[in-house]
């Protein structure tokens, strides 16, 4: 296909920049080095979608008090200072549920209740993936974050790889899900290991790329199942939230 030409004026300092990204083999020229610079440029540089999950059976926390508000509401008003502005709650229906909706009947973003019968949060999440077609970001439904989610998105979109999992450092580790990481990468990762190789552990706020779904072959936890893999193939970044953090339950 013949591509149209066009003429355009740069600063002699940036021209140069682009030359000497040519190497003659991957980017053979200066207008290929152009055009490879605007497409990544122009790629994704945003994520407004979030899903939450949540058992039937957890659903009470969602509606505990937290700072004056439910925590559901807190997670809405969370997601929607992150530019988030569709989110899915998957869960089951409950005698709670009525009040779930009322909870986010007012909400600032679109908040979508997904009902599925599921085994597993990773079944959860694949009940809604027709409805992920770019990044997103997923929390489980009974934490509290509150960090800065927008920079936890813009490590997950330079590094480019399939998942991003927000991280904390603390004493009692056993609790939660052991990661042990290599730089940015996480390299190992056990879910409430019996004895604890490090101290930085799982806070239950992540983000992927829509292709993840290709591994959920026989993956019923992402805990158990999902982020082994993704470590395992160097898939998964890790991001230490440095926030407020919360677990009901």
């Known amino acids: ?52 999950l949540i058992k039937g059976e957890h659903q009470g926390n969602l509606l505990k008090e937290l700072k004056g508000k ?8 969370f997601f929607a200072s992150s530019g ?16 779930i909706l009322l909870e986010i009947d007012k909400a600032p973003i ?3 209740l997904v009902q599925k019968d599921v085994k597993g949060n990773a079944d959860a999440l694949i009940s809604v993936r027709d409805k992920l077609h770019t990044n997103f970001v997923v929390m ?24 991003t999992m927000g991280l904390m450092s603390i004493e009692k580790a056993s609790k939660y ?32 790329k829509p292709e993840v779904f290709e591994l959920f072959d026989n993956v019923k936890s992402l805990e158990g199942d999902l982020f082994p893999r993704l470590a395992r193939i160097k898939q998964l970044i890790g991001f230490f939230t440095h926030g407020e953090y919360r677990h009901f339950g």
């Open 110 to 112: 679109s908040v979508k």
């Open 177 to 208: 899900g052991n990661a042990v990481l290599d730089g940015d990468l996480i390299v190992d990762f056990q879910e409430k290991p019996k004895s604890v190789s490090s101290n930085v552990v799982n806070a239950g706020i992540y983000v992927f």
């Open 1 to 52: 296909m013949k591509k149209p030409k066009v003429a355009i004026s740069l600063d002699k300092s940036l021209l140069d920049q682009i030359d000497s990204k040519v190497d003659g083999s991957i980017i053979r020229s200066r207008s290929q080095a152009v055009e490879y610079f605007l497409r990544k440029g122009l790629k994704e540089s945003s994520i407004d979608v979030a899903v939450l």
């Open 84 to 99: 988030i502005k569709t989110m899915y709650i998957v869960t089951q229906h409950t005698p709670s549920t009525t009040k």
């Open 140 to 163: 489980s439904g009974d934490t509290y974050n509150n960090f800065d989610l927008l920079r936890m998105i813009k490590k997950h979109l330079e590094l480019d790889k399939l998942g």
């Open 70 to 77: 439910s925590l559901l509401r807190q997670q809405i008003d």
